[in-house]
T-cell receptor, first 115, second 113 residues
Framework: GAGVSQSPSNKVTEKGKDVELRCDPI?????LYWYRQSLGQGLEFLIY????????KSGLPSDRFSAERTGGSVSTLTIQRTQQEDSAVYLC?????????????FGNGTRLTVT | SQQGEEDPQALSIQEGENATMNCSYK?????LQWYRQNSGRGLVHLIL?????REKHSGRLRVTLDTSKKSSSLLITASRAADTASYFC?????????????FGTGTRLKVLA
């Protein structure tokens, strides 16, 4: 089926505004991940959802960041009161995770620019 | 801190040459994965090696894993201009069993035609 879909692909917002980033994982994938990648840098883990378990939020950088996953499928990452340092590419990935060795399937990311 | 660290950070080679990238990690793992990222796009899974494997091949890719040294290497043979990309290793994070993959800082490979 279709791959991981993220929207919007680009988002420009003013400092202080809230933004919502959406991720549609591959159908049937129980695990969903959000990562952040600043320009020329590696991937920074943000949050991980696995089935109906409580999400692992250990990577969220501040309480301005939150994420939810409704019905075990679509996920939304919300950033409140955006700051310029939030500018980055936000990547979503999903995996089957029924086997212990499941590769991650990534979307093309949302490039967020805070002005 | 990042679980995986790749080196070198950047590598520039001529087309046809081999490219070798290394990854070091900190905790015990059950597998290690390598991904490629073309500029401005999402990551693509290349190859997975399990902790009980020492070497694995896929086309022009060869991956080795040394669990005693907590390190892995990715070799791309007979490189092509299309191999120009960033390469990342990924390992399960410190919370075993959760499959929370932590990525390294990446190696930026440039293959010159």
């Amino acid at each position: 089926g279709a791959g991981v879909s993220q929207s919007p692909s680009n988002k420009v917002t003013e400092k202080g505004k809230d933004v919502e980033l959406r991720c549609d994982p591959i159908s049937g994938h129980t695990a969903l991940y959000w990562y952040r990648q600043s320009l020329g840098q590696g991937l920074e883990f943000l949050i991980y959802f696995q089935g109906n378990s409580a999400p692992d939020k250990s990577g969220l950088p501040s309480d301005r960041f939150s994420a939810e996953r409704t019905g075990g499928s679509v996920s939304t990452l919300t950033i409140q009161r955006t700051q310029q340092e939030d500018s980055a590419v936000y990547l979503c990935a999903s995996s089957q995770n029924r086997a212990p060795n499941s590769p991650l399937h990534f979307g093309n990311g949302t490039r967020l620019t805070v002005t | 801190s990042q679980q995986g660290e790749e080196d070198p950070q950047a590598l520039s080679i001529q087309e046809g040459e081999n490219a070798t990238m290394n990854c070091s990690y900190k905790t015990s793992i059950n597998n290690l994965q390598w991904y490629r990222q073309n500029s401005g796009r999402g990551l693509v899974h290349l190859i997975l090696i399990r902790s009980n494997e020492r070497e694995k091949h896929s086309g022009r890719l060869r991956v080795t894993l040394d669990t005693s040294k907590k390190s892995s290497s990715l070799l791309i043979t007979a490189s092509r201009a299309a191999d120009t990309a960033s390469y990342f290793c990924a390992t399960p994070g410190a919370l075993s069993g959760t499959y929370k993959y932590i990525f390294g800082t990446g190696t930026r490979l440039k293959v010159l035609a």
